[in-house]
């Protein structure tokens, strides 16, 4: 039996929550990714592979249900039977890998990003991305701790074994564009080094991305692909040009470690630094946005502020869609393809936000994460009562409420980061005690 005829007949004895699912994600993609990590279903399995895919999307949305109920609840098992032992599905998720869930994120990535895109204004036709990294712990088990290592503290490691990412999020719409996984003896500037940056757009960093070779490296993948940082306090240069009192082209120079590593390299490398006055301090800008005339230095300091998007990104993620929990997968092979699910589940949320902020006219950052994914969630859990046609009725009236989810106007503020003390349940000792 062929992957297509399996597929049908796969979908002709599914259950309507699966149906529900299939609204979401287009079948040919899912069968795109099998077919190019050779992971397709030859056989009639009571999983079969694109089932567990699903499962693993399921798992990332269902965070609080464990894996039998969630394969119970999307009614994946084929055949007569809908029951299956967990440690079968455990060994579905080890027959399947990685690489598929990989492949599915790459597709749905990129074409929900060209569809933004298209659907909302840039700056100066560039569009806004931001680049920051992240970290999960997971269950402790020694394939996980050997392969991923753990968070260093001062005097000892983290009780739990720990997994980077490194992610590229659209900050417009918070949907994650690209991303890599990997251990944590991988800085994030390793990993962001494998990311694919799309053509037309400006990419905000944080100082800790500040090299030569990456950055110069980042701008020549594609086409006009800028970047946009914060200045190190004891950068070294001398200026070409000015472009006015606080805006200038500058020339830097390359250390020799890095043209040791890189040959290409050569001795010095330009960019544009900018100087702003913001809350009474300077601050310093440095981009690869050279004219002044185009990009104004007060815009570009107004841009920047848009790279905390990526951190609310990550904080919807992880205390929305994962519930402050650690990852559940005690295999490394496991723990990347759950993260790929979770990459996945949150860019089909956001993209259902999309859908609810077009109609609201307003911008997908003002709907509450929060409240629209119960909501939506509620829709794929509980519908499963009607027909799976049902589903876009649902959806669409999800839609009409859009209004209800509506954040209001963020208000500009600023807050300085700081280290606030650890609650003490008693008084210190030498405390005196009143």
């Known amino acids: 039996m062929t992957l297509s005829e399996n597929l049908d007949c796969t979908l002709q004895n599914a259950s309507p929550s699966l149906a529900h699912f299939s609204q979401l994600i287009d079948l040919n993609w899912i069968e795109d990714s099998l077919h190019q990590t050779g992971k397709a279903s030859i056989r009639r399995r009571k999983l079969p592979a694109e089932h567990v895919v699903w499962l693993v999307i399921g798992l990332a949305l269902f965070r609080d249900q464990p894996i039998g109920y969630v394969v119970e609840q999307l009614k994946l098992v084929f055949g007569t039977t809908d029951y299956c032992v967990p440690s079968a599905a455990v060994q579905a998720r080890q027959r399947l890998g990685h690489e598929p869930l990989n492949a599915l994120f790459s597709l749905l990535s990129q074409a929900w990003f060209q569809e933004s895109q298209q659907q909302y204004a840039n700056f100066q036709g560039l569009s806004v991305c931001a680049v920051d990294g992240v970290v999960w712990s ?36 918070h949907e994650i564009i690209d991303a ?39 701008q020549a993948r594609a086409e006009e692909s800028h970047w946009l940082m914060r200045a190190k306090d004891n950068l070294r240069y001398e200026i070409i040009q000015r472009h006015s009192s606080h805006d200038f082209h500058i020339r830097m120079p390359i250390s020799a470690r890095a043209r040791k ?119 794929l859990r509980f519908t499963s009562l009607d027909s799976a046609g049902n589903l876009p009725k649902h959806l669409e009236g999800l839609l009409e409420k859009s209004k209800k989810y509506i954040l209001p106007e963020r208000r500009a503020r600023s807050c300085p980061r700081v280290v606030k ?3 003490q349940k008693y008084p210190r000792k030498c405390q005196p005690i009143s």
Request: proline share 6%.
């Open 261 to 379: 590593l890189n040959p290409t390299l050569g001795e010095y490398w330009e960019a544009r630094l900018i100087e702003v006055e913001q809350a009474g301090k300077i601050r310093r800008y440095i981009t690869s946005l050279t004219d002044s005339k185009t990009y104004p230095l007060i815009s570009l300091a107004k841009l920047y502020v848009q790279r905390w998007e990526v951190e609310m990104c990550y904080r919807e993620i992880k205390s929305d869609l994962q519930e402050d929990r650690h990852l559940r997968s005690k295999q490394p092979d496991l723990v990347y393809q759950e993260l790929w699910g979770v990459f996945i589940a949150y860019n089909v949320l956001r993209r259902q936000m999309k859908y609810m902020a077009q109609r609201a006219k307003v911008s997908p950052l003002r709907i509450s994460f929060h409240i629209a994914s119960i909501s939506i969630l509620n829709i």
């Open 180 to 218: 890599q996984i990997g251990s944590m003896d991988q800085g994030e500037l390793t990993l962001a080094n494998r990311l694919s940056p799309p053509s037309q757009s400006v990419t905000l960093f944080d100082r800790a991305y500040f090299s030569a070779d990456f950055l110069i490296e980042w």
């Open 421 to 423: 003390g650890k609650p």
């Open 138 to 173: 997971m269950p402790l088990t020694d394939e996980n701790f050997n392969h991923f290592g753990s968070s260093k503290g001062k005097t000892t490691p983290a009780p739990y074994p720990h997994v980077r990412a490194t992610c590229l999020v659209n900050t417009h719409t």
